[in-house]
């Protein structure tokens, strides 16, 4: 059996004006019947699609750590049925966060598969050809694993942003054919990313809808905040070798198990199997834990804590793990000034990119180039800092500030360096600039 996305009138999806043609429902989801176990939580992409499109996003999110194009928007389409947000929930320029399913339920990203596998292995890739106005289709039943196909006669497109109008949205078509991976049907409701029928382009469907919320919760109930473990941010190195440690809540006593991206690609199903760290013990009543990062097997990616147990309320939802993650390098952001000597009482504006999405920032200024270090992150302003202004990024790590310069800055040199945290504590800074003030 597959559950399919299409665009054709009289096919099992369909698109545009039929979508208006149906009235929402407030609770119009349908379940396929049975749910995937702990076992069946994997999946993985076999990154074959040929549409250049498909991989165009090369820019690497500090959120979605060590794979970009097709990878990531399926990586980001599996995390949106998430329990809780995945890390801080940025890396998308559609929505405010990534990871709204509101259920005992998380998906595990476990990279990139070598070939299309089985009917069970849990692997997403292209196919090729047509099948009328079919978009993708999910092979059933699920319960002991799956596969969804993409037909490659459609032009796909992995952008973190809007997708052009012209092509079709690789996560959110994505996300819907996961929704019956994990046991929904179509939904009746016209806003839901489950509706039978593709929306535009399908970016829409990337955000599941109250709908959908309400089905994957009907399969593996309401989040349960009192059991079920979450991440909240790692400490320590990244490093082989080195010792990582998790801060959370709901972690059992002993006999935790963390969950690693594996670095095996063959196509079967123990290539889709998670590296696992068993028997892990946790202190301050539930809340930390460490371990030792292995020296071989993983890879980038993404980690989750497995309580002791195997219930559907066992599994945390994901947290970014870039392995051999050390100190950002310096000035990774860039800061440009309007007027690097303006006069008193002219405005100036600063602009900055390359920034960590959602980030906090200051922009601080010092009457000393002599260097400092603010959170093991070398700067080249010294000590004592000012703070100029300071907020939170856009999703897309860029920002500007506009001031007038005071009278009293007459005769001046005035030096200028963003720092920007972002949800792991990481400090990451800018090149500096140099006012000369007249």
Not at 91 to 104: F, P
Not at 397 to 402: A, E, I, M, P
Request: some cysteine; hydrophobic content about 30%.
């Amino acid at each position: 059996m597959n559950k399919v996305l299409n665009l054709a009138l009289g096919s099992a999806l369909l698109v545009g004006a039929a979508v208006l043609a149906i009235p929402s429902s407030a609770d119009a989801y349908a379940l396929i019947g049975g749910k995937l176990q702990i076992n069946q939580r994997d999946f993985r992409c076999s990154n074959d699609f040929s549409d250049p499109y498909a991989n165009d996003n090369q820019t690497p999110h500090a959120n979605w750590p060590g794979y970009q194009g097709a990878n990531m928007s399926m990586w980001k389409a599996g995390s949106e049925w998430s329990s809780r947000n995945f890390g801080d929930g940025s890396g998308d320029g559609t929505q405010n966060s990534v990871g709204d399913g509101l259920a005992n339920f998380n998906f595990f990203w476990n990279g990139e598969a070598s070939n299309t596998g089985g009917t069970n292995d849990n692997i997403i890739s292209h196919l090729n050809g047509s099948s009328g106005g079919v978009l993708a289709y999910c092979e059933m039943p699920h319960t002991d694993g799956w596969r969804i196909r993409f037909y490659e006669s459609w032009s796909w497109d992995d952008n973190p942003g809007n997708t052009s109008s012209a092509r079709m949205d690789l996560q959110g078509v994505a996300t819907h054919e996961l929704g019956h991976a994990l046991g929904l049907d179509h939904s009746s409701n016209g806003s839901a990313t489950m509706y039978y029928a593709a929306s535009g382009n399908g970016v829409s469907s990337r955000s599941i809808e109250s709908d959908d919320k309400n089905g994957v919760q009907a399969i593996y109930d309401p989040r349960d905040t009192a059991v079920l473990p979450t991440i909240t941010s790692l400490a320590g190195s990244l490093a082989a070798g080195g010792t990582c440690t998790v801060t959370g809540t709901n972690f059992t006593a002993t006999n935790n198990t963390v969950w690693l991206n594996s670095d095996v690609l063959n196509s079967n199903d123990s290539g889709g199997e998670p590296y696992k760290i068993t028997g892990v013990s946790s202190s301050n009543g539930g809340t930390t834990l460490s371990f030792t990062v292995p020296s071989s097997g993983i890879e980038s990616g993404a980690i989750h804590i497995q309580m002791d147990g195997a219930g559907q309320k066992s599994l945390s939802e994901g947290h970014p793990f870039d392995l051999a993650a050390g100190p950002p390098p310096t000035d990774s952001i860039l800061l440009t000034v309007t007027d690097t000597t303006p006069n008193t009482g002219q405005n100036v504006t600063f602009d900055w990119s390359q920034a960590p999405a959602w980030a906090t920032y200051e922009l601080l200024y010092s009457f000393r180039a002599t260097g400092s270090v603010i959170n093991g992150q070398n700067f080249d302003i010294g000590a004592p800092h000012n703070l100029a202004n300071s907020g939170t990024m856009g999703w897309d790590g860029t920002g500007s500030y506009t001031v007038r310069i005071p009278g009293k800055g007459a005769g001046r040199t005035v030096y200028l360096e963003l720092r920007a945290d972002d949800s792991t504590g990481t400090t990451f800074d800018s090149n500096m600039v140099t006012l000369n003030i007249n």
